[in-house]
């Protein structure tokens, strides 16, 4: 009896080990490959939102993780700062609207010093297809108007929906997305205005997420 | 070559995983909303049940019967890590698009159903073409279901084929009509289970059009086993 289970026993750990030695090896093997896309795939999004950079690269390194959970909604988002000739030209954020219609939307905003937005695009969200997800540049362009658009503290009653006497469009049939990211972007773009120190927090972001 | 036969009428009809089994319907009903995501995940599980089951069948006399199942829960979850870390490394568009369910075929009944019934009593070649031929039959519900749900949702057929095949795919994309408000039900998993019920419901008649043929091809013996008992 105990002859047999140990036997078990053994053939049971031989075939883990098998395995673990099989997916260990595969692992090693494509994670570069994996970094690497993931890197791609995330330069690809910061030259939408910045499409004059050239140095993506440079611009992916001089990042800096911020903790503001009630302004850019979340804790430990990215900031990146673009810079240019010494100069700071513009922050790209992390941002994420915890008021979406079905859970969060997550996205990036690239945003001057002075609180002009660049560009914004939405990364993940699970908005209802059809309506809500017109926030994505595939459905539709709503999301290009908020390029060159002003952020100050006096131009925040343009900052809503149309319903609600803004800037911008609504949705037939879906309001509630529009506002939250909107709301998510003013709301990213004051921050910025209200920490200048970003500027000048340590770089601490690991390179790959 | 019946052998063969009989297999490939096994999977893709008599017994399909997707329509007779009813195995994997959480992959099955949650990624059809577009025809790519159904063939991406639909190949992810074709390669998993080929891959288990040539090992499970060829390994099957020296696997302990009173551990089998261990054994093959972990052969399979080898066989999706690793098709996960593949499409990850190289197909990372659709990666992103699948999501949670690239891991959640591990949990597919179909496979570890076809390593238990049939690879670990089999030999290597009848399996392999048994898990050929179970996963073309899943692939191919899945296909159907996708390509219901993109048109009747979106109108389109193939969007987004370039996260799978690489650039050039990008022109597979059709656009049939073009309309402001999709169909959501079709989108939407409500959708999916109407057409799934519809799909199974279309085998059904089809099978039992060819059952109501043969009866009528062999009427008089029908017909005198009625007279022959009382009921």
Redesign the interface.
Same mark, same amino acid.
């Given at each position: 009896m105990i002859r047999m289970v140990s036997k078990n026993a053994i053939a049971l750990a031989l075939v883990a080990v098998i395995c673990v030695v099989i997916l260990g090896s595969l692992h090693l093997l494509t994670q570069p490959k994996i970094a690497e896309q993931r890197r791609l795939s995330q330069l690809a999004i910061l030259s939408e939102v910045l499409p004059e950079v050239q140095q993506t690269r440079a611009l992916l390194a001089n990042c800096t993780l911020v903790n503001a959970p009630d302004e850019l909604g979340g804790k430990a988002q990215r900031v990146y700062r673009w810079q240019e000739d010494d100069q700071l030209r513009a922050y790209v954020l992390d941002v994420t609207a915890p008021d979406g219609y079905s859970g969060n939307i997550e996205l990036i905003v690239a945003i001057s010093p002075t609180g002009t937005v660049l560009g914004t695009r939405v990364l993940n969200h699970q908005e209802t297809p059809g309506l809500g997800d017109k926030i994505e540049t595939r459905r539709s362009n709503w999301i290009y108007s908020f390029s060159g658009k002003a952020a100050t503290p006096a131009e925040a009653k343009h900052w809503a929906v149309k319903k609600d006497g803004g800037d911008f469009d609504q949705f037939t049939g879906a309001t509630i997305t529009p506002r939250a990211v909107i709301n998510a972007v003013y709301r990213a773009a004051s921050y910025v205005q209200q920490h200048p120190e970003l500027a000048r927090a340590a770089t601490n972001c690991e390179l790959t997420p | 070559m019946s052998l063969f036969k009989e297999l490939t009428l096994q999977g893709l009809w008599k017994n399909n995983p997707g329509l007779v089994q009813l195995l994997g319907l959480c992959p099955l009903l949650a990624v059809t909303?577009t025809v790519i995501n159904a063939l991406g995940l639909g190949l992810a599980t074709l390669l998993v049940l080929l891959g288990s089951n040539i090992v499970v069948s060829s390994i099957r006399s020296h696997? $302990?019967n009173? @551990?089998r199942i $261990? @054994?093959f829960v972990?052969?399979i979850?080898?066989f999706v890590?690793?098709v996960q870390? !593949?499409m990850?490394? =190289?197909t =990372? #568009?659709l990666y992103?698009s699948l999501g949670i369910f690239i891991p959640l075929i591990v949990t597919n009944c179909a496979i570890i159903g076809r390593a238990e019934a049939f690879a670990s009593k089999n030999a290597v070649l009848p399996s392999a073409l048994d898990a050929l031929m179970m996963g073309l039959g899943f692939l191919l519900v899945l296909l159907v279901l996708g390509a219901l749900r993109e048109i009747l #949702?979106q109108g389109s057929l193939f969007a987004g084929a370039d996260l799978l095949l690489g650039s050039w795919a990008s022109g597979l994309h059709l656009q049939l009509f073009q309309s402001d408000?999709? =169909? !959501?039900l079709a @989108?939407?998993p409500p959708g999916a289970f109407i057409g799934m019920g519809l799909l199974i419901a279309l085998k059904n008649s089809i099978d039992q059009h060819y059952a109501s043929k043969k009866v009528v091809n062999k009427g008089d013996i029908a017909r005198a086993r009625v007279t022959g008992s009382p009921q």
């Open positions: - | 909303n696997v $302990p009173e @551990i $261990p @054994i972990m052969i979850a080898t890590t690793a870390l !593949l990850n490394a =190289f =990372f #568009g992103q #949702g408000s999709h =169909f !959501l @989108i939407l």
